[in-house]
Every structure is written in C-alpha cells, then in structure tokens.
C-alpha cells in the first residue's frame, strides 16, 4: 500500500491499511506470503538452519534484479525506501545541556530498562534458566554510553530478536557475541548488499517471527489456570495494540500487583 495518510497510534494505522485493502500491490503481496510459507517450511525441515539465512541472501538477489529491470517486478527494497544507507564507525559528540534531552534520555532508558528486563524475561521461560538482573542493566548501560559517545542509538535487548535467537537453538550467551560480529562484519562489508532486501521479504520474517513469540500452550494453561493471568494478559494485548505498548506493560503490572495485593489479605 502506498501514499495512505500516516497516524500517531498502531492501531489507526491499521485501521487506514484495512480501509485500502482493495488497492494491494499483489507482487508484492505475493512474495511476502511465499517467503512467510518459506520461513515456516524451513522449521519444519530444517529446525536448526535458520530460514531467515537462506531466505534473505534470495531476497537481495531478487531486489537487486527489480532495482536493475532484469526482471518484471516492482519492489520497494530498504534502498529505495530509505536512500542509500552507509557505514560510518564514530560520530564525534557534541556536548550540550538541556532539559529537553534530560526528559527524553530519562524516557528512553526506562522503556530500555523495561523491554530488557521483559527480553530476559522471555528467555528465561524459553530456556528454563534465571537472568543475572545486576549484570543485564551493567550491559545495558555501558552499551548506551558506548553507543552515545560514537553517535549512535539507544541500545537495548528486543523482544523479537531474542525470540528469534532462542527458537533457532542460539541459547548460549556466545550468540550475543556472534550477532555482534555479525552486525559489524554486515556493516563494514556487506551493507551495500542489504539495501536491495525487499520490504516484503524483511515483512515475511518479522511476521514469522511474531506468530513463533506467540505461545498458545502458555494461554491455554493461563484460561485453565488461572483465569485472572490470563484475562490481564488480553488486555495488555489489547492495550498494546490500540494505544502504545509501555502504557500496556505498565498497567497490566499495576493490575497485576493490585490482584496480587488482593490474594495476600485473603
């Protein structure tokens, strides 16, 4: 879809796509859903090659053949979305106080500090094993002070991609290590390379990756067992979806603590 006018919230967004469903691109619909059947097709076939490894070098070629015309496809790829992407290793940092920058830094590193812990959380329960909470925010908070002395972003733990690592088998603290190779040998070398991806094919693996965090056994034990659990969980999902995640994850908390209070004096 393209050209639909862009709102604040998720959920208008959504509700603005819906609206325009008629006017789908079925190319690129296409290869979205054949890459989605793909990424699936791999689990099962092959539960230790990660699809995303294959599947991605394909969709570069395939990008690369629409940007060139070798082919009758057109696809937005991250190139012509974004403009040409390039590395740069150090961003000289420039030093000045502000309140504005104060309040915005004080937000970004609670929602950091929050989506970290909620990773680790995630982990935990895939892997069976217990985070060392001290040593997460140490590592949290030097990756932000490394990342904002060469001009970079906030860094913080992601959800999806901790999902994605433990479901391919990367339990072990080495893959943090390797991703980070990987990211830097990417960025040096190959980035050029990864701006003719194609939206669709990054779409198809993102959505692939989301179904995968959706585990319907944890609901299904949360309805049988504990009724409560499971209906604040619909509504941080619900919340998440229609107004801001953060606003979601901080009232489900509070409603949680307050029937957590409320099972105590009983």
Known sequence: LKGLTLHETFFQNLIESLKH?????????????????????????????????ILAPI????????????????LQTLGSKFGQITFKL????????SWTMIEAGAVIALIAIIETMLSAKIADGMTKTKHHERKEMLGLALANIGAGLVGGMPATAALAR????????????????????SVAIISIFLLSYFTY?????????????????????????????????????????????????????????AISLLIFVNRLSH
């Open 21 to 53: 469903v008629g006017d789908i691109n079925l190319p690129t619909f296409s290869i979205f859903l054949v890459f989605l059947v793909l990424m699936f097709a791999f689990k099962k076939l092959t539960p230790k090659l990660p699809g995303a490894i």
């Open 59 to 74: 969709g570069i070629l395939l990008g690369y053949l629409s940007t060139n015309g070798s082919i009758p496809l057109v």
């Open 90 to 97: 150090f961003m000289s940092p420039q030093f000045t106080f």
């Open 162 to 181: 901790t999902a994605l690592n433990v479901k391919t088998g990367a339990t072990h603290k080495a893959s943090a290590f390797l991703s980070s190779i």
């Open 197 to 253: 991806i194609p939206l669709a094919v990054i779409a198809a693996i993102l959505v692939y990756v989301a179904v995968q965090m959706v585990e319907t056994h944890h609901f299904l034990r949360f309805l049988k067992y504990d009724k409560s659990g499971f209906y604040v969980s619909m509504l941080v999902a619900l919340v998440t979806v229609v107004q801001d995640p953060i606003i979601g994850i901080l009232l489900g908390a």
